[in-house]
């Protein structure tokens, strides 16, 4: 990348979870609008585990990077801290979730394995990279996780999906306290809850696809930028309940 590609672009945005799905059409769509993406994925950055990031990545290859991360695990957010290093990052973006198997199954008969590997892949890995990557971002910028308004407690009248909801739910209560922390800060803090779309996790049977969804998405980050504060938002940029 040359100092030209970086005076071209509208901005940089670091997305973790980017490989498929919403953080894969996450990338595509900033990059088209001018951006420059450094887009995470699990395995390595190069090699045999090929992912949609990769192809974005070889037609645009002054416009994206790739890198690698697993966010349960500790050591590698440091190296990814240290390889950032100097970057001026203006939106950290944690795409990075899952779920349980089972989202039928209710929390009480959820197994101890299965309710800690998502409770640390959706609210404990989120929140290490926020906390270990902040120092990356723009001192005005933008630091956005992917929540989900199952995470609404006042919107939970129907039950079910307990144990990514109680995920969700928790990752919420969590940045509400890193806001607390730096509540004298200028950057902006996003909860985006994107509504139910169609992709490995959220299904075939879901209503929306990746094409109506995702322009919303981005559209309401940038909206974001330069508002400080926490706000938990749906794609349309409205206001979800707690």
Avoid at 29 to 57: K, S, Y
Avoid at 113 to 121: D, G, P, S
Avoid at 160 to 182: E, I, P, T, W
């Amino acid at each position: 990348m040359t100092s030209t590609d970086l005076e071209q672009t509208a901005g940089t945005i670091l997305i973790v979870g980017a490989s498929r799905g919403i953080g894969h059409a996450m990338a595509a769509e900033f990059v088209r609008r001018g951006w420059f993406v450094i887009g995470t994925v699990r395995g390595p950055d190069r090699g045999p585990d090929r992912t949609l990031l990769h192809d974005l990545a070889d037609a645009w290859p002054t416009r994206v990077a790739i890198e690698s991360l697993d966010v349960t695990e500790p050591e590698q957010i440091a190296a990814l801290r240290t390889r950032l290093a100097g970057r001026g990052i203006d939106i950290l973006f944690v795409n990075a979730g899952t779920a349980n198997a089972d989202q039928d199954q209710n929390v009480a008969k959820v197994s101890t394995e299965e309710f800690i590997r998502v409770m640390v892949t959706n609210a404990l890995g989120p929140m290490r990279v926020i906390d270990g990557l902040q120092d990356c971002v723009a001192p005005a910028g933008l630091i956005g996780v992917m929540s989900s308004g199952q995470g609404s407690v006042s919107n939970n009248t129907n039950g079910g999906h307990d144990v990514y909801r109680g995920s969700k739910a928790a990752l919420n209560q969590y940045m509400r306290c890193f806001a607390a922390r730096h509540a004298d800060g200028a950057r902006a803090l996003v909860l985006m809850a994107p509504g139910w779309i169609r992709t490995a996790l959220g299904g075939p049977q879901a209503p929306f696809g990746l094409e109506e969804t995702v322009p919303k998405i981005v559209d309401t980050l940038i909206a974001q930028q330069g508002k400080p504060g926490l706000s938990y938002l749906d794609r349309e940029g409205r206001t979800v309940p707690w």
